[in-house]
């Protein structure tokens, strides 16, 4: 599957749309993502912090659980753009725990995982790339 300049261009805007809602109170990174479903529908996401720590969600994280908690759960691609009081500068890159999640969902060889600054410079990677050998739902598959 292909995924156009402009639906590259259109998540990325998203993806921005969602950093002010970023809830960073401690860390002051903020994280804005737009999912990609195969029906066409965009899923905003934001980090989400918490005073206990532990419960803090990740901005790709937020956009699948709003998906899937609504019945989607077939996915293309995902934009993801980050920054300390969500200034982006630097490419961001999604964490461990959102990649494992991504390989509940997603196809390793196809999904495609955008990190940008701006609609003109972003890295695109499978999820493949930045999860080799991940542990995904076929490795439980009886046989
Ligand atoms: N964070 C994300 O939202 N996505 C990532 O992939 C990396 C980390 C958030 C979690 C926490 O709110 C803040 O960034 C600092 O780790």
Redesign the pocket.
Known sequence: MGISKEQIGSLIDKAFEMLPYAY?PY?H?K?GAALLAKNGTVYGGC?I?NAAYTP?N???RTAFFKAVSEGVTEFDAIAVV?GHEGNVTNL????GV?RQVMMEFCDPETFQVICATDRENYRINTLKEILPDGFGPKALAAG
């Open positions: 960073t860390s990174y994280v980090n912090e803090c990740c901005g790709e980050a961001g890159s999604p964490c959102c």
